[in-house]
């Protein structure tokens, strides 16, 4: 009987937590059916569960350091997200942005009565609705879960010299005693259980220590007769925990890697005039589901009015995983992505967006990183800048505009600490600017760009002659500016997947190998991002992406495949 009545209690809700139990800055380790979890409440004040272990060695996360926004792992500094659970950072891997599919079990969450109520299956009806009266201490019972229920039907608890209420119970686990209060049974594993309790009402400032003490004495009482009965039954097996994969939602990819799969719906929760020409969007879920968590310099692709699809840079701080914040300059050259985001979408619109990618991601393992943003390139690099602050990492921020007002989220970049805005400089100007902020290269030392392409190719010949070394220089592109000559006709090879293909002016290479069924990831399209970079096996690239650097080009291993063609007839690709 015993068995069954845990086999069924998984899809319910129990508390887990008392409201009390999560201080600021710190993790509450509960157990429930056997699975440890990590229960913590963040600096938004979202409150969450999740399975109680590092993904990476197993490691419990009730010893991570919580830093109000994120938890990080003290064994090997993983960090995960708030309300998500996804890691945004490997310090083994400072490079690379960590895969979506590293992602913490999470659990669904109630405040009720005081307490904080979790599941560990899939319940029908929600916890019940309790008045915020006062929370007693909990007690810890090493006896059967069933067994402390029944003991508290036969004897509740009551006030000193009262006559306790008829109790009744409710569900497997709860107990209702009418006219003074709520007991819940939380079943922690096949032996052991924990008797939570909410009073109907708060007592008086003056008798609330007595009122606490003499429940906390008949629930000590009701423990020692529980524990005495189980002393003479032998003891249940433990429920071992379960280690499940993640929820799809959460888990899932990108289709093959393609800019064409919008998977997200979101709404347009705020639009605002975030500087001069751009415009702040907040972007929420459309469910209780949280929205996938993005890394500093993670994009989302948008789909638009009119079939376009755009990409956007994440502003986001760390923590902010409640919503996405994107900034859309709107220029004079558009094709129509940044006028319909700033005359056609409104609040409460409804848009597809793909995943968060990051082709841009942030390392986190030098001592000093030194931030270029160009105009709307400040959208990737205020993301880094709030994570590098929060994080208490040596950083400077130097943002180049042609005119005060042109600064974009100024309230976010007012809230950091080492923000430098540079006005009004000419080509010239900036060029020996950005000489002078490089002029010192030292291996502590990391710089990010983010621009317009001039100012870019100028920052990275700068940081080259400097003495900057290639793996201390990221940037990134919005745009390619040069002009795209797709008139040739060439035939790829594909060495793994042993086919020949013919390139035909006006497609690109990858149109071609897409056509052909083979996986190539891209975003941009337009050969700024690097992320459809393929290996040359064969042959000579014709380059013509921004994102390779002379080096790259002259080694003519790699070619950037929705841009690039060949100079010779044939290209070998390993693909």
């Given at each position: 009987?015993?068995?069954?009545?845990?086999?069924?209690?998984?899809?319910?809700?129990?508390?887990?937590?008392s409201?009390?139990?999560?201080?600021?800055?710190?993790?509450?380790?509960?157990?429930?059916?056997?699975q440890?979890?990590?229960?913590?409440?963040?600096?938004?004040?979202?409150?969450?569960?999740?399975?109680?272990?590092?993904?990476?060695?197993?490691?419990?996360l009730?010893?991570?350091?919580?830093?109000?926004?994120?938890?990080?792992?003290?064994?090997?500094?993983?960090?995960?997200?708030?309300?998500?659970?996804?890691?945004?950072?490997?310090?083994?891997?400072?490079?690379?942005?960590?895969?979506r599919?590293?992602?913490?079990?999470?659990?669904?969450?109630?405040?009720?009565?005081?307490?904080?109520?979790?599941?560990?299956?899939?319940?029908?009806?929600?916890?019940?609705?309790?008045?915020?009266?006062?929370?007693?201490?909990?007690?810890?019972?090493?006896?059967?879960?069933g067994?402390?229920?029944?003991?508290?039907?036969?004897?509740?608890?009551?006030?000193?010299?009262?006559?306790?209420?008829?109790?009744?119970?409710?569900?497997?686990?709860?107990?209702?005693?009418?006219?003074?209060?709520?007991?819940v049974?939380q079943?922690?594993?096949?032996?052991?259980?924990?008797?939570?309790?909410?009073?109907?009402?708060?007592?008086?400032?003056?008798?609330?220590?007595?009122?606490?003490?003499?429940?906390?004495?008949a629930?000590a009482q009701?423990?020692?007769i529980?524990?005495?009965?189980?002393?003479?039954?032998?003891?249940?097996?433990?429920?071992?925990?379960?280690?499940?994969?993640?929820?799809?939602?959460?888990?899932?990819?990108?289709?093959?890697?393609?800019?064409?799969?919008?998977?997200?719906?979101?709404?347009v929760?705020?639009?605002?005039?975030?500087?001069?020409?751009?415009?702040?969007?907040?972007?929420?879920?459309?469910?209780?589901?949280?929205?996938?968590s993005?890394?500093?310099?993670?994009?989302?692709?948008?789909?638009?009015?009119?079939?376009?699809v755009?990409?956007?840079?994440?502003?986001?701080?760390?923590?902010?995983?409640?919503?996405?914040?994107?900034?859309?300059?709107?220029?004079?050259?558009?094709?129509?992505?940044?006028?319909?985001?700033?005359?056609?979408?409104?609040?409460?619109?409804?848009?597809?967006?793909?995943?968060?990618?990051?082709?841009?991601?942030l390392?986190?393992?030098?001592?000093?990183?030194?931030l270029?943003?160009?105009?709307?390139?400040i959208?990737?690099?205020?993301?880094?800048?709030?994570?590098?602050?929060?994080?208490?990492?040596?950083?400077?921020?130097?943002?180049?505009?042609?005119?005060?007002?042109?600064?974009?989220?100024?309230?976010?970049?007012?809230?950091?600490?080492?923000?430098r805005?540079?006005?009004?400089?000419d080509?010239?100007?900036?060029?020996a600017?950005?000489?002078?902020?490089?002029?010192?290269?030292d291996?502590?030392?990391?710089?990010?760009?983010?621009g317009?392409?001039?100012?870019?190719?100028?920052?990275?010949?700068?940081?080259?002659?400097?003495?900057?070394?290639?793996?201390?220089?990221?940037?990134?592109?919005?745009?390619?500016?040069?002009?795209?000559?797709?008139?040739?006709?060439?035939?790829?090879?594909?060495?793994?997947?042993?086919?020949?293909?013919?390139?035909?002016?006006?497609?690109?290479?990858?149109?071609?190998?897409?056509?052909?069924?083979?996986?190539?990831?891209?975003?941009?399209?337009?050969?700024?991002?690097?992320?459809?970079?393929?290996?040359?096996?064969?042959?000579?690239?014709?380059?013509?992406?921004?994102?390779?650097?002379?080096?790259?080009?002259?080694?003519?291993?790699?070619?950037?495949?929705?841009?690039?063609?060949?100079?010779?007839?044939?290209?070998?690709?390993?693909?």
């Amino acid at each position: 009987m015993r068995g069954d009545l845990l086999l069924r209690a998984a899809d319910a809700w129990y508390p887990v937590a008392s409201e009390s139990d999560l201080v600021h800055r710190h993790v509450f380790q509960g157990q429930l059916l056997g699975q440890e979890l990590a229960i913590w409440r963040a600096d938004d004040d979202h409150v969450n569960v999740w399975e109680n272990r590092c993904l990476h060695r197993g490691v419990r996360l009730s010893i991570a350091v919580n830093d109000g926004r994120e938890l990080k792992c003290q064994y090997h500094g993983w960090r995960y997200a708030n309300r998500t659970a996804a890691c945004t950072y490997i310090p083994a891997h400072p490079a690379d942005a960590p895969a979506r599919t590293i992602c913490n079990r999470t659990y669904p969450v109630r405040a009720r009565g005081g307490m904080i109520w979790t599941t560990v299956g899939q319940p029908v009806d929600e916890p019940p609705e309790l008045d915020p009266g006062l929370v007693l201490r909990p007690m810890p019972v090493c006896a059967p879960p069933g067994d402390v229920v029944t003991l508290l039907l036969e004897q509740p608890p009551a006030p000193l010299n009262a006559e306790p209420p008829t109790a009744r119970q409710r569900g497997d686990f709860g107990v209702e005693l009418p006219g003074l209060g709520f007991f819940v049974v939380q079943p922690v594993d096949a032996g052991r259980a924990i008797v939570r309790g909410v009073l109907d009402s708060p007592a008086p400032a003056d008798e609330r220590l007595r009122v606490l003490r003499q429940f906390d004495d008949a629930l000590a009482q009701l423990r020692d007769i529980a524990e005495e009965r189980a002393a003479h039954e032998p003891a249940p097996q433990p429920l071992p925990p379960r280690y499940e994969p993640v929820p799809a939602h959460l888990a899932s990819l990108p289709e093959n890697g393609d800019r064409r799969d919008l998977p997200t719906r979101v709404r347009v929760v705020r639009a605002w005039e975030a500087g001069a020409g751009v415009r702040g969007l907040e972007l929420g879920p459309m469910d209780e589901h949280p929205l996938p968590s993005g890394q500093a310099g993670a994009h989302l692709d948008v789909a638009l009015p009119g079939g376009l699809v755009r990409q956007y840079s994440l502003v986001n701080g760390p923590g902010e995983t409640d919503h996405y914040v994107i900034g859309v300059k709107r220029t004079q050259d558009s094709a129509g992505g940044s006028v319909a985001l700033h005359e056609r979408v409104r609040e409460g619109d409804v848009l597809a967006v793909s995943l968060p990618r990051n082709c841009f991601p942030l390392r986190q393992d030098r001592e000093r990183t030194l931030l270029v943003a160009g105009g709307i390139g400040i959208t990737p690099l205020l993301a880094m800048a709030q994570t590098l602050e929060h994080q208490r990492l040596q950083y400077e921020l130097h943002y180049f505009v042609a005119d005060e007002a042109d600064v974009a989220f100024a309230e976010r970049l007012a809230a950091l600490g080492s923000v430098r805005v540079v006005t009004g400089l000419d080509p010239a100007a900036t060029e020996a600017e950005l000489e002078r902020l490089l002029a010192t290269a030292d291996d502590d030392s990391q710089v990010y760009f983010c621009g317009p392409p001039p100012m870019l190719d100028v920052a990275r010949d700068a940081a080259k002659r400097n003495g900057w070394s290639r793996d201390a220089v990221h940037f990134e592109y919005f745009r390619n500016d040069q002009a795209i000559d797709d008139s040739s006709r060439f035939e790829v090879v594909l060495a793994r997947s042993v086919m020949n293909l013919a390139v035909e002016p006006g497609r690109s290479i990858l149109e071609t190998v897409r056509d052909a069924g083979v996986v190539v990831p891209s975003s941009c399209g337009q050969g700024a991002c690097g992320t459809c970079r393929v290996a040359v096996i064969d042959g000579r690239p014709d380059h013509q992406d921004v994102y390779l650097d002379d080096e790259e080009r002259a080694a003519g291993d790699s070619v950037i495949t929705c841009v690039s063609r060949s100079l010779t007839p044939r290209l070998t690709l390993d693909l």
